[in-house]
C-alpha cells in the first residue's frame, strides 16, 4: 500500500498470487522459477538487512546463506502464502547469529535497527506520500531517530514491508499485542511531534 521510490518498479509487477505460484514451483526444482524469486525479493531484504548492520560483506554473506538453504532444501520447505514474512524472519535470524558471533554481549532486545544515511531513501518515509524539503526529510530522521529500535522495526515492517501486525509479530517474535503497542505508541510519538505529517495516515493505522 506504501511504499518508498526505491521498490517503485515492483509495485504493479507482482501480486501475492504469483509469489505463492513461483514459491510452489521454486519448491518442485525450477532453477528459474529460483532466479526469479532472488531477483523478485533480494533488493528490499537488502535494504531491511541494511538496517541491522553497515557490515556489507557480513549482510551479503548473510544474503547469500539465506537462498542457498532456500535451493538446498527446498524440498523440505513447506508451501506458504507468507513468503515475504518467511524471509525476513530468515535473513533477521542469519544477521542476528552472526552479530552475536563478533560481540558476545548482543542479545535479541540490544539487536539495534539502525538509522540509514541521509543519502538513502528510507523505509520510514514510505508514511509520506508528498515529496519533503530538505528540512522536512531531516526533520522526520530525527524524530524516527528517538524511538525505539523495536518501534522503528515494526514500522519498517508495517509501512515498507506492507505486513500485517500477526506477520510482524512472528518476525520480532512477540505476541500481536505487543506489535500494536509498538506500532502505536511510535506512531502516537511522531503525530505528538509532528501532527501535520501523520494525519494523513491516521485513518489507514486505526483501521488496522
Known sequence: MLK??????????????????????????????????????????????????????LLKDCLQDLFLDLWTYRAKIVQTQYIRPYLYKSLRRKIHREVQRHSSVVNEDGFAFDD??????TAE???????????QTARLNDLLAQLSDRQREAIHLKFYGELSNDEIADILAVNRQSVANLLYRGLRRLRESWPSLLSMIGYWFLGH
Open 116 to 121: 540509514v544515511s541521509s543519502e538513502e531513501i
Open 4 to 57: 518508498p521510490d526505491l521498490s517503485q518498479k515492483y509495485q504493479n509487477a507482482w501480486e501475492k498470487t504469483d509469489e505463492t505460484l513461483l514459491w510452489q514451483q521454486f519448491r518442485e526444482g525450477s532453477p528459474l522459477a529460483f532466479q526469479e524469486l532472488v531477483q523478485h525479493f533480494y533488493r528490499e531484504l537488502h535494504f531491511y538487512g541494511g538496517r541491522f548492520t553497515r557490515d556489507s560483506d
Open 125 to 135: 518515509q514510505a508514511l509520506i506520500r508528498t515529496e519533503l524539503s530538505d528540512y
